[in-house]
């Protein structure tokens, strides 16, 4: 089946800077992914849709300039918190639509700043 | 704009029973529903995938059905183990986005 790849799958970074969150597909290309984060105790909220070779498109509320979405190849899409802050820290999971349409979600990455 | 919502939020349920999750949505145009487990700290595992045009689905001790007219989906779990603790989500796929549901944190007691 379609895997989803998430790197790295825990981060703790300082306040202040920056962080780089990879999702792959495996071994299916994906022209669309998708960013969600997870507060604890809470569902999963979509952030942004990322489209290859475009700009994102961010849900509203989600700061397009704080997290900065690139969709640069087929295969990989990348979610940069930039200046991060301690309410920053959430669980981020990224999903990849093949072009069957469907969903293969990655397994997250748990951010932490202190 | 697409809304789910699971009963009950929590569940506490001795080892052997069976169970049932309810899951409903507001907007019945959908292309498919999906159930996961998330076990604490970790991803998403998929459980279910029950397309639009479909009743229900059938894993092992898990049986999903989809009533999509009336907006509602359960996840029927027999002979609960402990190994089923786990928080249980439920996802609608619309035509643009998935949405997901509020979850329900199930804790099965030996």
């Known amino acids: 089946g379609a895997v989803v790849s998430q790197h790295p799958s825990w981060v703790i970074c300082k306040s202040g800077t920056s962080v780089k969150i990879e999702c792959r597909s495996l071994?299916?290309?994906?022209?669309?992914m998708f960013w969600y984060r997870q507060f604890p105790k809470q569902s999963l909220m979509l952030m942004a849709t990322?489209?290859?070779?475009?700009?994102?498109?961010?849900e509203q509320g989600v700061e397009k300039d704080k997290f900065l979405i690139n969709h640069a190849s087929l295969t990989l899409s990348t979610l940069t918190v930039t200046s991060a802050h301690p309410e920053d820290s959430s669980f981020y999971i990224c999903?990849?639509?093949?072009?069957?349409?469907?969903?293969?979600f990655g397994p997250g990455t748990r951010l932490t700043v202190t | 704009k697409q809304e789910v919502t699971q009963i009950p939020a929590a569940l506490s349920v001795p080892e052997g029973e069976n169970l049932v999750l309810n899951c409903s949505f507001t907007?019945?145009?959908?292309?498919?529903l999906q159930w996961f487990r998330q076990d604490p700290g970790k991803g998403l595992t998929s459980l279910l995938l029950?397309?639009?045009?479909?009743r229900e689905q059938t894993s092992g001790r898990l049986n999903a059905s989809l009533d999509k007219s009336s907006g509602r989906s359960t996840l029927y779990i027999a002979a609960s183990q402990p190994g089923d603790s786990a928080t249980y989500l439920c996802?609608?796929?619309?035509?643009?986005?998935?949405?997901f549901g509020t979850g329900t944190k199930l804790q099965v007691i030996p």
């Open positions: 999903s990849a639509r093949d072009d069957g349409y469907e969903q293969y």
């Open positions: 907007d019945s145009a959908i292309y498919n």
């Open positions: 990322s489209n290859e070779g475009s700009k994102a498109t961010y």
């Open positions: 071994d299916f290309q994906a022209t669309t």
């Open positions: 996802a609608v796929r619309g035509y643009q986005k998935v949405t």
């Open positions: 029950i397309q639009s045009s479909q």
